[in-house]
């Protein structure tokens, strides 16, 4: 097993290496200057010279790569112009809010796409299947963006049920003491009633949105799968002898119809963390996607080549884990 | 057995870090109930890029350098409709007291006031003062003002004294001193803490301290108690960063923001019907025009341009595209700027004319030709589909082309597309800047290539024309020779739309757009 981990990490170093590559390529071969977004519109040519020169993009394409390696090299993922901080900070202080919002919207639709899907394959073609296929049909086609105004006239602007869409926590209100800076968890640990009421109520929205799209995948997913499974003879066995539906539902035929499910899980994870950018911006959720958009607007190359790289790893990861897991769930699984 | 372990090992991490967390929950005491004092919350579109006056060039850090720092000298405020803007004509004193021109009109003499101190507790003095011109001529942004101020040196004479000696005359030179860019900073603080700390950080005299300032979420000021021009009324000043515009009216309409900037034309009608709220919609200085190649056929005939613009559905632009939110624009220097007229401005929408004007020009077919739309404003891309379409009527045929709005400001200093939209602020007042950015022959925004030496002659008369009417006689001829020729489509003159709640007072209109804190209280 260890063997297999360390074989998948060493293979994934190329693919890396070749991410890096092409970002680096990409984000300076398409157009846009760097140096008149600095500068602003009204600096005249020897003004956005000088600032060309003084960031070395003067320099020969090859000679910028080797620098940005050698900097990587140090650990040292650059500076983003646009915001005067390391992208390594930058990224510890918007990192938490993305994990935390997609853990909570990755745990709503689990809880809602699992059962759903198994009553619709054990139901087939019940009143409860179809209404279950049509709203997974919406969840997957309505815009993200249309859903967080929505969300946000009806609860927030008519209802006043949810707090106004401004970040994690409400105004006035100290987030809480930095442990893992995820406030739910963070406040969980610390006993803060407070920070822990207003993260909540201020997670629940962006939340909801952001899964629709991964609630409709999962419980078609699982639906299909459980289909499958259900008419495999070791169900009609434990069926045979005489165990509870509920226990050949759930412990038998679900486990086994996980697998692929796990697998659109982990994409969608990985997807997720990376692409939250609409339900940040709506929410005004201070995470990594708004602040990627920030830096593609502002051509600031540093974030960009930043968060691609970091994005690919967790990906890897993401996947790794998934493969491991399967193990986990089927025994028949092993890895040499 | 295994299962155990793994709950063991749990546990124990989990009672570790809540003992780590035992007794720094961080609302125990402090969410008892708001602080003592007025508060308000802002509602802003953008976090902001820098806190460095010599580097800030968006609307949000520029706002928030206003907040933590004082200048020379400042624009005067005046009544205009029962309401106050500011009167950037009149210069009056702010850490200068006073200040005295030679007759030469080169040399300026500053004395600063004598009970201004830094937030950090030092004295605002001569060293700082020379300390903070040289740190805007080494910027990277704010560089090119001072070349334009024509700063020659800057020596402190004493303690309070200060000599700006100019390698011109140039009437300017107040003007641009004036700006946020020429904040005066500590010199103390940024030897102690380095020179990166200005980024983040603030070493100013303002009315405002900065207690936080995180570009993702919120900047909050609280007002600095000793303050020389005395403390500011409002105790606390949060700025909420909100991308979503329709989220920024909600938060306002709800009376969960004070005030709210950047709200799109067509909520507006909305929120004045909300009697919680005042609106306030301010003719800008920022003008938005449809520039020509004038080096490219057919654009190099002065004919096919005014023929262009009298195919122009003004009405509509106004109307239909910004909510009657603008006014429509009749000269290339904005209404507001001293010295603007609107003379030669001969053209309104009428098809007839414009075909008879191509057919004198040899284009009684029409032609066709490509415009470049730079991404980022709706009303642009609805104006240029509404142009397109009156054109078409004409026999001309525009391929619009859209671009990212990077990409679109790089094509811009090409100098090569044919035609485009875009906008524009003056950040001095006044048509000699303007002017020589955009339409001057050698002007470094003068994109479209437009040149007329009569034109340039007249600019570089009134550059050097110390009296102030004479010079504006000067800019009125250009501005009628401009408009006769039109290398641009005068499209219309935004107005600055700004919410707030009934009970916010004393907010000033910069023709900047820059919201100074200072002067608002509840």
């Known amino acids: 097993m260890i063997r297999y981990v360390l074989k998948r990490l060493l293979y994934a170093i190329p693919g890396v290496l070749g991410i890096i590559l092409i970002t680096f390529i990409l984000s300076r071969v398409l157009p846009g200057d760097p140096a008149v977004m600095i500068a602003g519109e009204q600096a005249p040519p020897d003004v956005i010279e000088n600032i060309r020169i003084s960031m070395g993009l003067k320099d020969p394409l090859y000679l910028q790569f080797f620098h940005y390696i050698r900097q990587l090299g140090s650990g040292n993922l650059g500076t983003a112009w646009h915001t005067g901080h390391l992208v390594a900070q930058d990224f510890a202080t918007r990192f938490p809010a993305t994990l935390e919002l997609t853990l909570v919207s990755m745990f709503i639709a689990v809880c809602f796409a699992i059962p759903v899907g198994v009553i619709s394959a054990t139901r087939k073609n019940s009143a409860v299947d179809h209404v279950s296929r049509v709203l997974s049909l919406l969840g997957a086609a309505i815009p993200i963006f249309w859903l967080g105004l929505v969300l946000i006239y009806i609860f927030y602007a008519k209802l006043g049920w949810s707090p106004a869409p401004m970040g994690r926590i409400g105004q006035d209100i100290n987030p809480p003491t930095h442990l893992t800076g995820l406030y739910i968890l963070d406040s969980l640990l610390t006993g803060d009633m407070v920070a822990l009421k207003e993260s909540i109520s201020h997670i629940i929205l962006p939340a909801i949105c952001l899964s629709t799209g991964t609630i409709a995948i999962v419980a078609r997913m699982v639906r299909s799968s459980m289909l499958e499974v259900i008419g495999l003879d070791y169900v009609r066995t434990a069926r045979a002898k005489g165990l509870p539906e509920r226990i050949v539902i759930y412990k038998h035929a679900l486990v086994n119809a996980l697998i692929p499910t796990l697998t659109i899980l982990g994409l969608q994870f990985g997807y997720l963390i990376g692409g939250a950018v609409i339900t940040e911006t709506i929410f005004s959720w201070p995470g990594v996607g708004s602040y990627i958009t920030e830096s593609i607007l502002a051509t600031d190359y540093a974030p960009i080549q930043g968060f691609t790289l970091v994005s690919a790893i967790l990906y890897m990861l993401i996947n790794l884990s998934v493969d491991l897991i399967y193990g986990l769930i089927d025994p028949r699984i092993r890895y040499e | 057995m295994k299962k155990t372990k793994w709950l063991a090992v749990v546990l124990a991490s989990v009672m570790l870090l809540t003992a ?73 004193p702010m850490l200068a007291k006073e200040w005295k021109v030679s007759d030469d009109q080169k040399t300026y003499t500053f004395t600063l006031q004598d009970n201004a101190k830094f937030q950090s507790g030092n004295p605002v003095n001569a060293q700082a003062v020379v300390w903070s011109l040289d740190h805007v001529k080494n910027s990277k942004s704010g560089s090119f003002l001072y070349g334009m101020a024509e700063i020659e040196s800057c020596t402190a004479k004493d303690d309070k004294t200060v000599e700006i000696k100019l390698s011109q005359p140039n009437h300017l030179f107040l003007q641009i001193i004036a700006m946020y860019t020429f904040s005066i900073i500590d010199p103390a603080v940024v030897k102690d803490k380095g020179a990166d700390y200005l980024k983040n950080n603030e070493a100013g005299s303002g009315p405002y301290k900065v207690e936080k300032w995180d570009p993702a979420t919120e900047a909050v000021f609280t007002a600095n108690p000793n303050y020389w021009q005395g403390a500011a009324k409002i105790s606390k000043v949060t700025m909420k960063f909100i991308k979503e515009a329709s989220n920024r009216v909600t938060l306002l309409d709800k009376g969960d923001a004070d005030m709210a900037i950047e709200i799109p034309a067509q909520n507006v009608a909305d929120l004045k019907k909300n009697a919680n709220l005042t609106v306030r919609s301010d003719a800008s200085n920022r003008i938005l025009y449809l520039a020509f190649n004038t080096k490219v056929k057919p654009f190099d005939n002065p004919k096919v341009r005014q023929a262009i613009s009298y195919a122009i559905p003004y009405d509509k632009l106004v109307h239909d595209v910004m909510y009657d939110q603008a006014k429509q624009m009749k000269s290339a220097v904005a209404s507001n700027t001293p010295g603007f007229t609107d003379a030669g401005f001969v053209y309104k929408y009428d098809l007839d004319k414009a075909k008879q004007l191509l057919k004198e020009a040899g284009y009684e077919n029409g032609f066709s030709f490509d415009f470049t739309l730079g991404s980022g404003f709706q009303d642009w891309q609805d104006d240029a589909v509404l142009i397109q379409a009156e054109l078409a009527k004409i026999g001309v045929k525009m391929n619009i082309q859209n671009m990212a709005r990077a990409q679109f400001l790089e094509a811009q200093k090409t100098h090569n597309l044919t035609a485009y939209i875009s906008k524009w602020t003056s950040f001095v007042n006044d048509p000699g800047y303007h002017l020589g950015f955009l339409l001057y022959g050698k002007g470094t925004s003068n994109y479209g290539n437009y040149q007329n030496a009569q034109v340039d002659k007249l600019w570089e008369q009134a550059n050097v024309e110390p009296d102030q009417a004479k010079r504006n006689e000067l800019y009125k001829q250009a501005q009628q020779i401009i408009t006769t020729d039109a290398p641009w489509v005068y499209l219309y003159e935004y107005n600055r739309v700004v919410g707030m709640n009934k009970n916010l007072k004393g907010y000033v209109f910069y023709p900047d757009e820059i919201i100074r804190f200072y002067s608002l209280s509840k």
């Open chain 2, 20 to 92: 780590a967390g035992c007794g720094t929950n961080a609302n125990q005491a402090v969410n008892a109930g708001a602080a003592a004092g007025k508060e308000i919350v802002l509602a802003y579109s953008d976090g902001g890029q820098t806190m460095d006056p010599a580097e800030a060039n968006d609307l949000t850090s520029d706002t928030l350098v206003l907040a933590a720092y004082d200048q020379l000298i400042t624009y005067g405020v005046k009544k205009a409709n029962g309401a106050d803007i500011a009167n950037t004509e009149e210069l009056k």
